[in-house]
């Protein structure tokens, strides 16, 4: 004899907003598609100042850097849904996360002027998920029909105090319905 949806589930967290709900099924007895995780393949466009100034350029070994570049990642996301007696309210993705360092080609001047030769290395750079920012915007166009995240994170590079190449800031989009 096949079990209900409401045999099957453990535990429900509900919270209540006003007059919306939100729900989050934390744990299922034989159908883990409800705490499914979303994949979604991104590449990364890397910002630096290098763009906007040349005092303040981002260096490598002391050397100016031309370009970064990576391969693509996959990203990994949940979705939540809230409601309300009359329908749904928002379709949000959240928990975006991916690997906790990337490998990152560095293209840097081998000498003080732009007209020295490039050398190429490879950087492992450290990302923290649980600070990126992604902004909500709806799936309305051809573009991006879809609820899930964009295909392009932004990561916003800057040299520490020690010299070594960390990632400022990550951002980028998700698409879903509020």
Known sequence: MKKSLNEDLKRIHTLTYGSHKKVKIIESQENPEFDKKY????????NYSHH????DAITY???EV??????????????????SDNGIFTINPYEIKGDDTIEVEVTFFNGSDENSDTLEEYIDLK???DNAYFEMESPTDAEH???????TVQIDLVNDSEGNIIAEKISGYKYGIS
Do not use: A, Q
């Open 127 to 129: 990302i923290d998920w």
């Open 66 to 83: 031309d370009s970064f570049s990576c391969g693509d990642y996959m990203l990994e996301f949940k979705i939540e849904i809230i409601h």
């Open 39 to 46: 994949e979604s393949t991104c590449n990364f466009e890397f």
């Open 61 to 63: 070994k002391g050397n």
């Open 52 to 55: 906007f100034s040349k005092s």
């Open 145 to 151: 029909p879809k609820i899930g995240i964009n295909n």
